[in-house]
């Protein structure tokens, strides 16, 4: 019975080794790969598009000229010695600013010590007619003198209160003060220094006199200036129209003014004064223009570029960043439709901080594209 089971046992197992050589086992099936996806040449480029419409905006038109700077004779001072002498000291330096009396240079003369003693020989000569005058009037009152010794006596004083007068404003000239004349009409104040003041505020921008000088008063015509003093927190503009321009300006215009030297420093005035007559050898007007110069940058004899408002016009704008510009041509696209564009020539005038004048292509109701445009313009027809 045992030997029969183990004959049924190797029995089945060589059956199942017969099966499996005869029909191997089927392979595992692989995962189909995922299909790229497709792309078409013709397929358009996602990008952002923005568009705007033309802008109206109002644009000066200007009278482009050139100019020189100069002090602001209205609010510049000459300063010349008062008296005749010798300059002892310097009290002010150029580049200096200096307040109303400020000392400005002191000068020994004998003109001083002559007005004081002309001043105190005045008052004598007064307080001598006053007490001639007082008794003369009294002997009139007595009858014991005529009417006219009175009318001779009131002249008299008269005369001297006048030279009193004359000598005291000769001394303020002079600049000596009020509360030094009782000293010098009692003759205790023979002093001949004079201290030559400033007599406004502004900057020292000039000064032509060393110590020691001699320097002299009412000799000539045209006296030196010893000290120039000029107020700098505005200047002038002198700038040179050309004689068929000169109808394009008028006073109170308003000017752009800037420097060469720095073309970001820009300075804003206006039109004072235009000449009466035109330069025969340049055939150009003389105009004023007052710039406010608080920075001082603004120098005298300074060459600037002068530009002069003369009117307004109403332009179409669009933005710096809708133009493009190839092979000498200026274009710009419009937007007519979804994904359809028109590249459109356009003539181009002036810049306008940031936008462009656009004289000539466009209409007010054309959306122009003004970013994305790089990526669009191959769709451009």
Known sequence: MRGWRCL????????????NSASPPPAASARPAPEAPATSPDAA??????????????????????????FNEERLVRVHTPVTGRVLELLARPGDHVEP????????????????????????????????????RELVEGKAMAPKELRDAENDYRKTVADRERAAARLRTLGVSEDRFREIAMRADTGTTVIVRAPRSGVVVERNVTPGQVVAYGQSDTPVNLFVIADL????????????????????????????????ERYDGKVTYIGDAVDPQTRTLKVRVVVPNP???LKAEMFVKVALATASTRVMTVPQSAVHREDG????????????YERRTVQLGADLNGVVEVRQGLAP???VVTQGGIMVKRLAK
Not at 8 to 19: D, E, Q, T
Not at 249 to 263: I, K, W
Request: charged content about 20%; some cysteine; aromatic content about 4%.
């Open 8 to 19: 049924v046992v190797a029995g089945a197992v060589l059956s199942a080794a017969c099966n």
């Open 45 to 70: 480029i996602p990008v952002t598009v923005q568009t705007v419409h033309p802008d109206v905006k109002t644009r000066q038109t200007v009278l482009e000229t050139s100019g020189k700077v100069a």
């Open 101 to 136: 009396g400020a000392p400005l240079f002191v000068v020994d003369s004998p003109d001083l010590s002559a007005a004081k003693a002309d001043y105190a020989k005045a008052v004598a000569d007064v307080e001598r007619s006053d007490k001639a005058l007082a008794l003369v």
């Open 233 to 264: 927190s505005t200047m002038w503009v002198i700038a040179d129209v050309y004689e068929p321009d000169v109808p394009r300006v008028r006073l109170g215009q308003t000017v752009l003014v800037t420097l060469p030297c720095c073309p970001g």
């Open 295 to 297: 920075s001082r940058m």
């Open 329 to 340: 041509e200026s274009f710009v696209l419009v937007a007519r439709g979804k994904d359809d």
């Open 365 to 367: 109701a054309d959306s």
